[in-house]
């Protein structure tokens, strides 16, 4: 749902990168904006992505999501994505990053949700923050201080999740954070193919240069098809602007 005194405008823009297929998925409808990334050979990854989607898209339909809201919606996706089939012998699995509007206290605020290594930023006053925390063996490795934040780019084992949507564990445990607007804010959903190929540096720049969302989505997948472009990539922005009726 769209508050009164906050309007939404998005874009996105997916490639398939140097893959044989896409298996990314995205969602953007009025008030949330989701990102997924599916894995898990044949038409496994793809099937979990679009699960993953379907269930977590029900946080739109929703008038103030809370916090638990998001928490039980990507419990239930988990479910659905374990429910589908191996065709490929490898459970299939799926990332979930997404923002939603919703009101905490009478103040609109962002409702930011992860499980995996997608990833959801926020843009304010022309600064880029990652919000979430990469559920990856190479980010707990880089926090843990057993390898330097600079070799994590390059790590072999920097596509390894250590938490996902599917796969064999019963449950999943959701990251959640509560941000308020505002004016401005931009949040960026991506999935690791645009990380893997662009610095955060590179993603603030192109975002500045961007006009618009749409263009600034288009752009973001540009630059990391032209940087290499070695996996899918799908990235989703979202603007607010903010200002009484
Ligand atoms: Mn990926």
Redesign the pocket.
């Known amino acids: 749902m769209i508050l009164p005194r906050v309007r939404l405008t998005a874009g996105a823009a997916t490639a398939v990168g140097r893959r044989a297929e896409n ?2 998925a995205w969602f953007v409808a009025e008030g949330a904006y989701l990102v997924a ?3 898990g050979g044949h038409d496994g990854g793809a099937l979990a992505s679009a699960a993953a989607i379907e269930v977590a898209r029900d946080l739109a339909t929703m008038r103030t999501p809370t916090v638990q809201d998001a928490r039980d919606v990507t419990r239930l996706a988990h479910v659905r994505v374990r429910l589908l089939p191996s065709p490929s012998g490898r459970r299939p699995g799926s ?1 979930l990053t997404g923002v939603v509007l919703t009101e905490h206290g009478g103040v609109p605020c962002w409702l930011v949700v992860n499980v995996g ?2 990833r959801t930023y926020r843009m304010a006053g022309g600064v880029l923050e990652q919000v979430t925390v990469d559920h990856s063996e190479v980010a707990e490795l880089v926090r843990d201080g057993v390898i330097p934040e600079a070799e994590a780019a390059t790590h072999p084992r920097r ?1 390894v999740v250590t938490r996902v949507l599917g796969g064999s564990a019963s449950d999943v445990d959701p990251d959640v954070w509560l941000l308020p607007v505002s004016p401005g804010d931009r949040m960026l959903l991506c ?3 645009l990380t ?1 190929e662009l610095t955060d540096q590179r993603i603030e720049a192109e975002l500045r240069a961007a006009p618009d969302p749409q263009a600034a989505a288009d752009r973001l997948v540009r630059a990391a098809v032209k940087h290499g472009g070695r ?3 799908t990235a989703v922005v979202v603007e607010a602007a903010v200002g009484r009726r």
Do not use: A
């Open positions: 298996e990314d990334d599916g894995m990332t290594d997608s596509n999935s690791d193919g893997d996996d899918n990539i």
